[in-house]
């Protein structure tokens, strides 16, 4: 699943701390895909709104990059006795085209019924 992000009026080349400025400015644009699907944790397991941390950026090759982040997640169940805050990494790769960044997301959204037959 690809999303694109304009970038703001660049048309010389970007530097990486740049590049994670424009992205941290977008980041509620693209939080929820970043985060994904927390239910293979727990049915319970909800994203802590706003912990989302750019931690690097990693240079592939031309125009293409891997974003490093982290993101805060809790669950709750009083009947379990469970209440523990949880902190995931992962990353996405994108790449810089036409003023654009394209990123690269993992679809993991559970399968209907229906699309399990």
């Not at 912990?51 to 669950?75: A, T």
């Amino acid at each position: 699943m690809h999303r694109t992000l304009p970038l703001k009026n660049r048309q010389s080349d970007i530097t990486p701390l740049e590049l994670i400025a424009e992205i941290k400015q977008n980041i509620p644009k693209i939080e929820e895909d970043l985060v994904g699907n927390l239910m293979w944790y727990s049915p319970n397991a909800r994203y802590v709104p706003n912990s989302l941390n750019v931690i690097s950026l990693d240079e592939l090759g031309p125009s293409r990059y891997k974003m490093n982040y982290s993101f805060l997640w809790n669950v709750f169940n009083a009947c379990l006795d469970i209440d523990s805050d949880e902190t995931s990494y992962s990353s996405v790769n994108f790449v810089l085209a036409e003023g654009q960044m394209v990123f690269d997301f993992i679809d993991n959204t559970p399968d209907t019924a229906s699309e399990e037959l």
